[in-house]
């Protein structure tokens, strides 16, 4: 099988796996930068449900449901980095997005929430 045939044919499975790869790298990336972030002040957001933080959250986050933080932007300081995190890092990433276009500048999303613990 040639190269073209394969691509064609395995593209959506590369595409999932390279999807996939981006996250692990981009957690552990943020996870490496976490205590220089804690330093400058970085402000810690969960954006799971709030029954989903209340049987589980990390010590020293704060809880902003996703659909919510369109409207509780106030409660996160934009002179601070901001470190996102969810379930498994898709509801945080979508987070880091709106966090983006309202102009905060230091975002990271940090992916599953249990990276927080020690």
Not at 49 to 57: K, L, P, Q, V, Y
Not at 92 to 115: C, F, T
């Amino acid at each position: 099988m040639d190269l073209q045939v394969f691509l064609k044919q395995y593209w959506p499975v590369l595409a999932l796996g390279l999807w996939f790869g981006y996250k692990w790298w981009n957690a552990r990336r943020v996870l490496a930068l976490l205590p220089e972030l804690k330093k400058d002040g970085a402000v810690c957001v969960d954006v799971r449900s709030a029954a989903e933080f209340a049987s589980g959250n990390a010590p020293g986050t704060i809880n902003i449901p996703l659909p919510e933080l369109g409207q509780r932007l106030a409660e996160i300081p934009k002179s601070a980095p901001v470190v996102l995190c969810c379930a498994s890092g898709s509801r945080s990433g979508m987070a880091r997005m709106m966090l983006k276009k309202h102009g905060y500048q230091r975002v990271y999303n940090i992916g599953n929430w249990r990276k927080f613990l020690p």
